[in-house]
């Protein structure tokens, strides 16, 4: 794993310095801001792990040369130390429709490692470059498979699916977050399938983003629940060590 790091912005540049992604063989989490910028670093960071290089730095003038006019300038700082995503909490969501493709997006950038679950290949296609998505036909399975901290975030096509990884992710005790799209009636409905079962409803989450706004657009209900979870997360032990009030 290699973290790529901006150490110095100048002018005008996608990502000010701080900005850090983590590359591995096959896949890459946060971002320095995108284009061919990100590109050549991805590249450099796997010539890295092919050739078990320690360190590197890179000098990147952002001008029509590399094709990205931004005009500024940038040094990133490429390396096999500090903190990597394994380090971070988990986030599963699970849902690869509007809203649970909205999320994973506003999610991306933060402090967690984001994986977006579906059954629907069409849907996952659909997903942002970056986000790390999975295709499987048991997704409670991924519940099971979660490490302890980690946060579950249910939104998917089928009212009966949602009841199913709800409970299977409440059935642990060791969760952050368990939260789940939906109304007040979808919540009572789901609290007598619970009990049924003989699963306490209570820790759920549900509506997720509640009491901020009544605006049922994908991108204002991901935001406020990104916000919920982080500060969830923050809370807890999951991500403490990375809250300046920690």
Known sequence: M??????????????DA?????????????????????????DRAR???????????MDIPLGPEIGQCCGGRVVLQLDREGPTPEDHADVLVFGAGHVGRALA???QPLPVNVLLIDTRPE???????GIQTRLT????????AARPGSAVVILTHDHALDFLLAAEALSRDDLSY?????????????SRFARDRGIDPAPLICPIGAGFTHDKRPAVIAAFTAAELIARLTATSSLRKYSCNS
Request: glycine share 12%.
């Open 2 to 15: 290699i973290r790529v790091r901006v150490i110095s912005a100048r002018g005008s540049t996608p990502r």
């Open 137 to 144: 036909p048991l997704p409670e399975a991924e519940i099971r």
């Open 123 to 129: 849907e996952l296609a659909q997903a942002a470059p």
């Open 47 to 57: 010539q890295m792990l092919a050739s078990g290089e320690a360190e590197a730095r």
């Open 105 to 107: 997006q506003a999610l």
């Open 178 to 190: 368990v939260g789940m799209i939906g109304s007040a009636t979808k919540r009572a409905q789901f």
């Open 18 to 42: 701080g900005a850090e992604m983590f590359v591995d063989d096959d896949r890459v989490a946060g971002t320095i801001g995108g284009g061919q910028l990100e590109y050549m670093a991805i």
